[in-house]
C-alpha cells in the first residue's frame, strides 16, 4: 500500500495542489489513493513534488 493521502495531508495539501506541483491528474492522484498502488515513474513524480523518498511512500507495514 502507498502512504499517499496521508504524506500529502501532511504536507497540508488538497488533491488539487499535489496535482498543479507534480503534473499528475487529479483523476490519477484519487485513483491512487483509493487503490493503493500506481507506475513507478508517477511515484517518483508525487514523492519530488512532496519532497520524501520512494521508501516514504511505500508503507511496507501493510504488506506483512
Same mark, same amino acid.
Given at each position: ?14 488533491? /488539487? ?8 491528474? /487529479? /483523476? ?8 493503493? *498502488?500506481? /507506475? ?18 511505500? *508503507? ?5
Amino acid at each position: 500500500m502507498l502512504k499517499l493521502k496521508q504524506l500529502r495531508n501532511d504536507a497540508g495539501l488538497s488533491v /488539487r495542489n499535489l496535482s498543479e506541483l507534480s503534473g499528475v491528474s /487529479r /483523476r490519477t492522484i484519487e485513483d491512487i489513493e483509493s487503490r493503493g *498502488d500506481c /507506475r513507478i515513474s508517477t511515484a517518483y513524480l508525487l514523492c519530488k513534488a512532496l519532497g520524501c523518498t520512494l521508501n516514504d511512500f511505500y *508503507d511496507d507495514e501493510q504488506d506483512q
